[in-house]
């Protein structure tokens, strides 16, 4: 089930974000986190490949941080198993 929130993200204001950031900043500086964060949070609605090709993002890069942030949502959710 996909997360409903009125101040959601989308893929055509992440990609203008992205777009300023490129803009100003210089030739070695990496992306900065909350940039990576909003990218990832795109991906509750379009898939990793339409964020990345949108945001002109590594696909490879763009995908580990996909699955790192889906691997740590998965440990944070506790089963209720009895032992």
Same mark, same amino acid.
Request: glycine share 2%; aromatic share 8%; with cysteine.
């Given at each position: 089930? =996909? =997360?409903?929130? %009125?101040? =959601?993200?989308? +893929?055509?204001?992440?990609?203008?974000?992205?777009?300023?950031? *490129?803009?100003?900043?210089?030739?070695?500086? %990496?992306?900065?986190?909350?940039?990576?964060?909003?990218? $990832?949070? &795109?991906?509750?609605?379009?898939?990793? #490949?339409?964020?990345?090709? #949108?945001? *002109? &993002?590594?696909?490879?890069?763009? =995908?580990?941080? $996909?699955?790192?942030?889906?691997?740590?949502?998965?440990?944070?959710?506790? +089963?209720?198993?009895?032992?």
């Amino acid at each position: 089930m =996909k =997360k409903t929130n %009125p101040s =959601k993200l989308t +893929l055509e204001c992440v990609h203008e974000r992205f777009k300023e950031w *490129r803009k100003n900043k210089a030739w070695h500086d %990496p992306i900065p986190e909350e940039l990576w964060d909003a990218a $990832v949070e &795109l991906t509750e609605e379009y898939s990793p #490949t339409q964020v990345s090709q #949108t945001l *002109r &993002l590594e696909s490879s890069k763009f =995908k580990e941080r $996909v699955h790192a942030s889906h691997m740590a949502e998965v440990s944070n959710v506790r +089963l209720g198993f009895c032992i």
